[in-house]
DNA sequence: CGGTATCCCTGAGGATACTG
DNA sequence: CAGTATCCTCAGGGATACCG
């Protein structure tokens, strides 16, 4: 067992990284990102149950933290275009643990019934 | 690119695993616990900044997914101690991405300095 | 299409004090 | 020591409607 400073030294950088990626949604919508660039409204449907609002918001969030790049084409009627930035898919590990553990985890909800 | 189906599908075990881990607590409990099993309030320090409240609360919540274990022992005063369960110590891969990023992270933000 | 605006509410989280 | 009890704030998040 290590002293109490280690212990706490390790844990920051995890809390810097759930000050990134916090809430409900933005892992889904990164997640929908490494699947290919997407536009608002396609981003809307695959994250199930998001509104606009949050979508728009935490959108913003993630551009912020440099974590998607938000593409505007000059089309008629406007367009946009959401992708990872390398940055983002650096998380992609990150993802891949959450991903092999929530599946365990389903299985094992499923074994009890 | 794959479907939108298919997205929707990769997306879902991570949510269970968010619906699990949520807020800013959890996982720096959880990390705590993964140096050796702790008292409430080892607990407490180690976990920069939570207060008695919170901890409670989530050592609950934590306990009632299976995370941890709470161990009481007849002592005079009573004293409780918590471990992790080998189901939480399972989640060591997504704690160690997690950590990996986090400090890439940090190494990011201070190189713009 | 790609969002805003508005209103609303719950619950996460904090501060402080207290108890068996 | 291991928590509860109260009281409080505020942001996360939702519903609905609307806009350029």
Redesign the interface.
């Known amino acids: ?2 002293s ?1 400073r ?3 030294e ?9 000050d ?1 990626i ?1 809430g ?1 949604w933005k ?2 919508i990164l ?2 990102l490494s ?2 660039n997407k536009r608002f409204k ?1 981003l809307e ?4 149950g998001i509104t606009p609002k949050m979508l728009s918001k935490e959108l913003r969030d993630l551009e912020m933290n440099q974590l998607i790049i938000r593409s505007v084409y000059d089309t008629v009627p406007v367009s946009v275009e959401y992708s990872l930035s390398e ?1 983002g898919k ?2 992609d ?14 299985n ?1 909800l499923f074994a009890k019934l």
């Open positions: 067992m290590k109490s280690e212990c706490i390790y844990i920051r950088p995890v809390r810097d990284v759930l990134i916090n409900k892992l889904p997640i929908s699947f290919g396609e449907k695959e994250v199930e940055y650096s998380l590990s990150v993802i891949d643990a959450l991903r092999e553990w929530g599946k365990k985890h389903r094992k």
